[in-house]
T-cell receptor, first 115, second 114 residues
Framework: SQQGEEDPQALSIQEGENATMNCSYK?????LQWYRQNSGRGLVHLIL?????REKHSGRLRVTLDTSKKSSSLLITASRAADTASYFC???????????????FGGGTRVLVKP | DTGVSQNPRHKITKRGQNVTFRCDPI?????LYWYRQTLGQGPEFLTY????????KSRLLSDRFSAERPKGSFSTLEIQRTEQGDSAMYLC????????????FGQGTRLTVV
């Protein structure tokens, strides 16, 4: 079953605008990760934020994590047409011997960046 | 190393047939995972190997599904007596044995059962 919800489910913006998407989850986590998926392709890792971190940046990406609210947000600044994709948050609960780095994904946000 | 490789990329099969998919992880990664993704949804965990040992299986992995990783390198996922509900993208990922590590995904195998 899905760990949590992503909001919004779909987002349409103009090139140059910022895109913000949110993720909520249900259990305690070791880290939270964001992935991008182009249509019909595999997932590409974007950024990992550990449970003791509150904010992380990578290029045009900014991720926040609020463990008290069990939520995270991904901000893409100055969007480009090439950012059109589905974006998924995934949680790694860690700590359990057999779990490895098993990920539990949200339902995703489909982002369309119009040129 | 060219990353995680999955074969075939696409598979169309008739209901009731058996299918087998292969995943070659990044060579130095000892952890390997299978996920299933249906249209419009996020991936769902199926099973996990550490080296050759299958350490966890999801309830999604019915008796018709079996996965192996015989020498701790490549892995196969077999579905017996396929059903239309098995149509999905099957994704393989690998990680090193570290805490707080990203997963490296293959391009997936898209299965269509007709």
């Amino acid at each position: 079953s899905q760990q949590g919800e992503e909001d919004p489910q779909a987002l349409s913006i103009q090139e140059g605008e910022n895109a913000t998407m949110n993720c909520s989850y249900k259990t305690s986590i070791n880290n939270l990760q964001w992935y991008r998926q182009n249509s019909g392709r595999g997932l590409v890792h974007l950024i990992l934020i550990r449970s003791n971190e509150r904010e992380k940046h990578s290029g045009r990406l900014r991720v926040t994590l609020d463990t008290s609210k069990k939520s995270s947000s991904l901000l893409i600044t100055a969007s480009r047409a090439a950012d059109t994709a589905s974006y998924f948050c995934a949680t790694d609960q860690g700590g359990i011997k057999a779990a490895g780095n098993k990920l539990t994904f949200g339902g995703g946000t489909r982002v369309l960046v119009k040129p | 190393d060219t990353g995680v490789s999955q074969n075939p990329r696409h598979k169309i099969t008739k209901r009731g047939q058996n299918v087998t998919f292969r995943c070659d992880p990044i060579s130095e990664h000892n952890r390997l995972y299978w996920y299933r993704q249906t249209l419009g949804q996020g991936p769902e965990f199926l099973t996990y190997f550490q080296n050759e040992a299958q350490l966890e299986k999801s309830r999604l992995l019915s008796d018709r599904f079996s996965a192996e990783r015989p020498k701790g390198s490549f892995s196969t996922l077999e579905i017996q007596r396929t059903e239309q509900g098995d149509s999905a993208m099957y994704l393989c990922a690998s990680t090193p044995r570290n805490m707080n590590t990203e997963a490296f995904f293959g391009q997936g195998t898209r299965l269509t059962v007709v």
